[in-house]
């Protein structure tokens, strides 16, 4: 994992020690809450429905046993106990006083970590692929260029008042798991003829009110030119991008009201400005920074052997929750966040340590944040995995359903949410209930479904096989469904298929939606975006409507 | 930084279009790019407007007139900008602002020294940077330790046959000592860069005695490096620059083309040895100059050893050495040596320049500079 250097070190400081200030001046009124306002978000911190809410970014998706651990103790002391992990890696603290927030910005700092640029028109925390320096499928590991592109957006001069937030999402493999073109930018790591690391770039992809593919800019991208091409496309953005309306801002109306062609003109003309320039990073700097991502080692032989487990259900889980990892002999396990009729995304002090604990024990003591909300230990070796699963099932994390129906995403909606039509958690709880009772979920396998208590979409139900968008309608919660969404290499947003429903009819709906899919497909790998491109939409319409 | 109560008056820019003799302008952030980089080259002052501190395209605009127009002149920040966007307003290039409310936050805002993590046009300050020159610091400071009694040969192996050093390339003046080094380094790799500053100043001697050492060395790979025209035009369009300001000649003939190629480079061997004395007097083998390691081979010789290696290899001398230059650079600049213990005595003699500028000074790493 990466660690600071004294430069990285000095900027959080500085950063702590002025919104000190500002809070201070706050709580004695010097500052009214109209000035504070901007200041507070660009630390993180946000007015919810009942309290400042704190959001603290995971760089990439990436913790240290050690960061976890703190990440729990900020849970334990100054909030309730629990976390919310998002669908954009990072975690929300619900529920901490404002008088409190620099103390836990230094405890953040003390382990480094920060909440600079989590809200704000400003580049926000890259999404990474959570099996980044494990997938058996990856070209390079992204890590270091994650770690370069945090550094480069972190105070940006030129970024920080942008017509809309901005988001960039990076893979290292041909399979995209960071849902890279539903991304303001989206960057996938390849090498040209002569073995050297550059990018293949897509911009202008976003999901929200107006949700969009982002389209391609670039083949190729030297790693060197990478922070001149991204300052490029920012340049135009922030130069082009509409102002007069908050729901026109993002980069992809820009894309698409200029045409890709144009748009990717304007880069290229800007970038012929730029490139070789000083926005070239020093070959040393990239060495420096994969120098702490070191390949992870093959498990020694006496640790190959294994154990059996001790609790029930292991096979289950390791067909579900274990994926295949690069290295012979390791494996990567997710830790559903999402037990049955739990709240997604959730973890409470106490788990967040066992999961600290386990990370040491049995996987090298490094963590990953998924956009589904769960946790990945990237390194375990295989012969370890009976353990981890038995400890796990102690803690109450060995749900084992990484993929499927029941491992539900969805975002706080309105049970915290000043934005939100609909509530979230509560639907995605009765869902969950309903498709494990009679086994639906586990008949269906790999299905993603996704809520999202109002159009920002944090939910991401865009991208689901089976999406919910909470709506208003005449003050009362309803949903909206929408099918065949995909985030991944083949990235599709869902269509609507009829009328809203209200929220008590949504479990049913999904689950005949789920029925209806278990009898139309052709076999158990026919996957549900298939059956339905396949089928069309009438027969799910027809199921879901025609009671 | 400079902070004032009051923006400057400024015409429009419909109205500086029609105004050739304009020499300032003020607009909103929200300009067209294109249009005021089109008239940039003749203002002195330019004034952006931020309509409030949420629009940032201000931030931009400024950005794109230093970096791609090249603007020089002053530019004013002016409108709803807040004492917190002090530091970014001055490193997109921003000199001078004039915020709605000028509160005493402003003042400390403007002077507080900061910490970067990314270059920008006006600032190649970064993080990156900054690592990248203690790294190669220590390098340096390892090979010299490493090479200390090492042969000139062995240096120049280490640095060009094992390329252990990067990309890499000689400089050379083509005067009076250049052959030894010239010499040693045919023998390892003839192809090696060897790049000359062509400044259009040179003595037909001096040109003559490069085709003659390039044949004699089989040298397949010299580069000259020239002043661009534009350049030439808007600094010396007299061509009496150098009995003006000396400095600023040297400047846009030899520094700028050099650190231009230097972009491309991680290493550069010079002939530079410590008996010319002043400035040259400690000089190492190995040192760091604005970030490229400068590899002096020839550091620790003597005259006799130069003149001793010249004649065992039978090197060519320059036609000028017998009329008593022994150190040779522009004809106008350079004057037979004073005395054979400071050859570089007849080089912008009557002046207090001793140095032309292309070898700098190790610069001091920093941690921290104050932006104002
Ligand atoms: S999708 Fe809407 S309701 Fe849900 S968290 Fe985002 S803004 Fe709030
Ligand atoms: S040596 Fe003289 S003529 Fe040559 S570049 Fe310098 S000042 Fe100009």
Redesign the interface.
């Known amino acids: 994992m990466y660690k600071y250097?004294?430069?990285?070190r000095?900027?959080v400081d500085?950063r702590v020690e002025e919104f000190r200030d500002q809070v201070s001046r706050r709580l004695s009124g010097e500052l009214s809450e109209d000035q504070f306002k901007?200041?507070r978000l660009m630390n993180g911190v946000y007015l919810q429905l009942h309290a400042y809410m704190l959001r603290v970014a995971i760089p990439y998706g990436v913790l240290s046993a050690k960061q976890l651990r703190a990440l729990a103790d900020i849970a334990r002391r100054y909030d309730r106990g629990y976390g919310h992990f998002t669908t954009r890696q990072n975690i929300q603290f619900n529920w901490p006083s404002l008088i409190d927030i620099p103390e836990i910005l230094e405890r953040l700092a003390d382990v480094e970590m920060h909440a600079i640029q989590t809200s704000g028109?400003c580049i926000r925390n890259t999404t990474m692929d959570p099996f980044a320096g494990a997938a058996a499928d990856e070209v390079e590991d992204p890590r270091p260029w994650c770690e370069l592109i945090r550094?480069?957006?972190?105070?940006?001069?030129?970024?920080?008042?942008?017509?809309r937030k901005f988001k960039i999402a990076v893979t290292g493999a041909p399979s995209d798991r960071a849902a890279i073109r539903a991304h303001d930018i989206g960057l996938r790591v390849v090498r040209n003829d002569e073995g050297e690391t550059g990018f293949e770039v897509f911009a202008g992809g976003g999901l929200g009110r107006t949700p969009r593919i982002g389209v391609k800019l670039t083949d190729f991208v030297d790693g060197r030119d990478l922070?001149a091409y991204l300052t490029s496309i920012l340049?135009v953005y922030?130069?082009a991008g509409r102002?007069d309306n908050l729901y026109k801002a993002r980069i992809k109306i820009l894309v698409e009201s200029m045409g890709a062609d144009a748009f990717r003109d304007e880069v290229e003309a800007?970038f012929a400005?730029?490139r070789?320039?000083?926005?070239?990073?020093?070959?040393?700097?990239i060495d420096?920074i994969r120098s702490f991502f070191p390949p992870p080692l093959a498990p020694a032989n006496d640790v190959a052997e294994g154990s059996a487990p001790s609790r029930p259900g292991f096979n289950r889980w390791l067909l579900r929750n274990v994926a295949a990892h690069k290295v012979n002999g390791l494996a990567s396990a997710i830790i559903s966040l999402k037990p049955i009729g739990g709240s997604p995304g959730d973890a409470t002090a106490d788990q967040m340590d066992a999961v600290a604990a386990l990370a040491e024990k049995y996987a090298g003591g490094e963590i990953r944040v998924t956009k589904e909300q769960n946790l990945v230990l990237p390194h375990v070796p295989r012969g370890y995995l009976p353990k981890l699963y038995d400890a796990l099932f102690d803690i109450g994390l060995a749900t084992p359903n990484a993929g499927e129906a029941t491992d539900i995403v969805s975002c706080p909606g309105l049970d915290y949410c000043n934005l939100a039509n609909a509530r979230s958690i509560p639907v995605a709880q009765a869902i969950s209930h309903r498709l494990s009772a009679d086994g639906l979920s586990d008949q269906a396998g790999d299905l993603t479904i996704k809520i999202s208590g109002c159009i920002n979409a944090c939910g991401h139900h865009h991208i689901a096989d089976i999406g919910l968008l909470g709506v208003d309608k005449r003050g009362e919660e309803h949903y909206q469904l929408t099918l065949g969404g995909s985030g991944t290499e083949d990235a599709a947003i869902g269509q609507i298929v009829g009328p809203g429903l209200s929220g008590e009819n949504v479990p049913e709906a999904v689950a005949r939606v789920v029925a209806a899919y278990l009898e139309l497909r052709i076999s158990a790998s026919e996957k549900f975006s298939q059956t339905l491109r396949r089928t069309g939409s009438e027969p799910f319409k027809e199921a879901v409507y025609a009671h | 930084m400079r902070i004032s109560a009051i923006a400057h008056e400024a015409p429009t820019i419909d109205e500086v279009e029609t105004d050739p003799d304009a020499d300032a302008v003020a607009v909103d952030g929200g300009e067209d790019?294109a249009r005021l980089e089109a008239l940039a080259g003749r203002m002195n002052r330019i004034v952006i407007r931020f309509p409030t501190?949420?629009?940032?395209?201000g931030?931009?605009?400024a950005?794109?007139l230093r970096?791609?127009a090249g603007y020089e002149g002053e530019l004013q920040a002016a409108g709803d900008i807040?004492p917190?966007?002090a530091?970014?307003?001055?490193?997109?290039g921003f000199d001078a602002a004039a915020p709605d409310e000028l509160t005493p936050a402003w003042e400390r805002a403007a002077t507080r020294p900061?910490?970067?993590?990314?270059?920008?046009?006006v600032d190649?300050r970064?993080?990156?940077?900054?690592?990248?020159q203690a790294?190669?610091a220590r390098k340096v400071a390892s090979l010299n330790v490493l090479f200390k009694d090492a042969s000139p040969e062995e240096v120049l192996r280490h640095a060009l046959a094992d390329k252990s050093l990067?990309r890499i390339a000689a400089l050379s003046s083509f005067g009076v000592e250049s052959a030894v080094l010239l010499h040693l380094i045919a023998e390892i790799d003839a192809n090696a860069p060897v790049l000359f500053l062509e400044t259009g100043r040179h003595f037909p001697q001096t040109l003559q005695y490069k085709d003659a050492l390039i044949e004699r060395l089989a040298l397949t790979n010299v580069i000259d490096l020239a002043p661009t025209p534009a350049e030439l035009a808007r600094h010396d369009a007299g061509g009496d620059l150098w009995r003006r300001d000396p400095d600023k000649c040297c400047d846009i003939r030899k520094v700028r083309p050099l650190s231009e190629q230097l972009?491309?480079l991680d290493a550069l061997i010079t002939g530079r040895k410590r008996v010319h004395g002043a400035e040259r007097a400690q000089l190492e083998r190995f040192e760091l100059v604005d970030g490229v390691i400068r590899v002096n081979p020839l550091a620790e010789w003597s005259y006799e050893e130069i003149e001793e290696h010249a004649r065992l290899h039978e090197l060519p001398q320059h036609p000028l050495r017998e009329m008593g230059y022994l150190s040779v650079g522009c004809w106008t600049c350079t004057e037979p040596a004073k005395t054979r213990d400071d050859p570089r005595s007849g080089r912008w003699s009557g002046s207090e320049k001793t140095e032309c500028g292309i070898h700098g000074k190790p610069p001091e790493p920093e941690?921290e500079t104050s932006l104002s």
Do not use: C
Request: proline residues 7%; charged residues 25%.
């Open positions: 250097d004294a430069i990285d000095a900027l500085e901007p200041l028109n550094q480069w957006s972190t105070l940006h001069p030129e970024f920080t008042y942008l017509p922070l340049r922030n130069l102002r800007t400005q730029l070789g320039g000083v926005h070239l990073t020093p070959r040393e700097e420096r | 790019p501190f949420k629009d940032g395209r931030f931009s605009l950005a794109r970096e791609h807040l917190d966007q530091r970014h307003l001055i490193r997109v900061v910490r970067v993590y990314q270059p920008t046009g190649a970064s993080a990156a940077a900054e690592r990248a790294g190669r990067g972009r491309g941690l």
